[in-house]
């Protein structure tokens, strides 16, 4: 069966603000130290997959030319342009609408764009059993990370170790980011893992759950697949868009379905949900500190220092995030590194949109 590949690259990283801007979001910068971009590496390891002229990138339009110019010699027609963000369960169906149009039925990888995974070989080895399971009874199958420690900020998935196939588990539910308690529990069970953000399924599954359990927005979709050959497509597309309801696929279908399987994953994921995460990204010299830029640090231990062009100097600093821009400064404790998302709320509020 044909192959594949669906990218979300809709999103604004807010919490790798002030680098990520509506503008330029974290998806289309580069974190790893290597000068790749997140989408770039997302693609690159899908390669021995999927071929290029079968992924197919769903982002907001602004974003249709940055996507071309980072991703060379994909096809203009598979960048799909959502008039507005509406969450993943539409987005995902606006891509399998498209596929379906395309090729009546297929295999298709969905993916965050932004993700890091550091063992490839891996990663396509469980994505080839997700796919065999998928074509197999019309499952629908998510990836699942084993959990390295009781972490709060993932949702989590429970599944059922007595019904397997020996690269899979069926689920038996999907369960909100838990207290550290309670994230504890998960661990010592060995029933659980983290929810990675990832699937792959049959185009017909997928958009004959969306029809069962999201019968509004399918029906929207399918007056959206009818328009796209038309010239008038583009404002179809926005007018169905606007009464289309905001909704995650977790929420919308993984959670009401019973044909979901697992496929648990050990190869080096990592969300990169924020400036946290290039502590796991980049190598931190002797002071456990991570850095990047023109910077002179003393009798500094365990920072994140982030520079473009201007010389940045710390002293007596500990446990802090300092990241430059040529017009914006964050300096952040990294315990509250989540709460970064707070400052653009604000920027919002006094109308200071250049800096968004």
Not at 104 to 132: C, G, R, W
Not at 147 to 172: C, H, L, Q, S, W
Not at 237 to 252: H, R, T, V
Not at 289 to 301: K, L, P, Q, R
Request: with cysteine.
């Amino acid at each position: 069966m044909k192959k594949t590949a669906l990218i979300m690259a809709g999103g604004r990283g807010e919490r790798f603000w002030p680098k990520s801007r509506k503008s330029l979001p974290k998806q289309f910068l580069s974190l790893t130290g290597d000068g790749r971009t997140m989408i770039q590496l997302t693609v690159e390891r899908l390669m021995p997959l999927v071929a290029l002229e079968d992924i197919y990138i769903v982002t907001n339009r602004e974003y249709k030319d940055i996507v071309l110019e980072q991703i060379k010699g994909i096809p203009a027609k598979n960048v799909l342009c959502e008039p507005s963000s509406k969450n993943t369960a539409p987005c995902i169906g606006f891509g399998a609408m498209y596929i379906e149009k395309l090729y009546n039925d297929a295999v298709m990888y969905v993916l965050p764009s932004d993700h890091q995974i550091k063992f490839t070989q891996i990663f396509l080895s469980a994505l080839s059993d997700a796919s065999d399971i998928a074509v197999k009874n019309s499952n629908l199958v998510t990836i699942g990370i084993n959990p390295d420690y009781p972490e709060t900020g993932y949702g989590y998935i429970k599944f059922n170790p007595g019904i397997t196939d020996g690269r899979a588990y069926m689920v038996d539910s999907f369960v909100e980011k838990p207290g550290i308690d309670l994230a504890k529990e998960y661990i010592a069970s060995e029933e659980y893992l983290w929810n990675s953000g990832m699937f792959t399924w049959k185009v017909s599954s997928i958009l004959k759950s969306i029809k069962e359990f999201m019968p509004d927005t399918y029906e929207r979709l399918k007056t959206i697949q009818a328009s796209m050959d038309n010239v008038d497509s583009e404002k179809v597309i926005e007018k169905e868009y606007s009464l289309i309801e905001a909704k995650s696929i977790d929420y919308g279908i993984m959670e009401k379905a019973n044909n979901i399987y697992v496929v648990p994953g050990s190869f080096g994921w990592d969300d990169v949900g924020s400036w946290l995460a290039l502590e796991r990204l980049q190598k931190s010299n002797e002071f456990g500190n991570v850095v990047t830029g023109d910077v002179i640090s003393v009798n500094t231990e365990n920072c994140i220092i982030q520079g473009e062009d201007k010389l940045i100097a710390t002293v007596g600093l500990r446990d802090a995030i300092v990241v430059d821009t040529k017009d914006a400064i964050l300096i952040c404790n990294k315990d509250n590194a989540g709460d970064i998302k707070k400052v653009i709320e604000n920027l919002k509020i006094c109308n200071r949109n250049e800096f968004i």
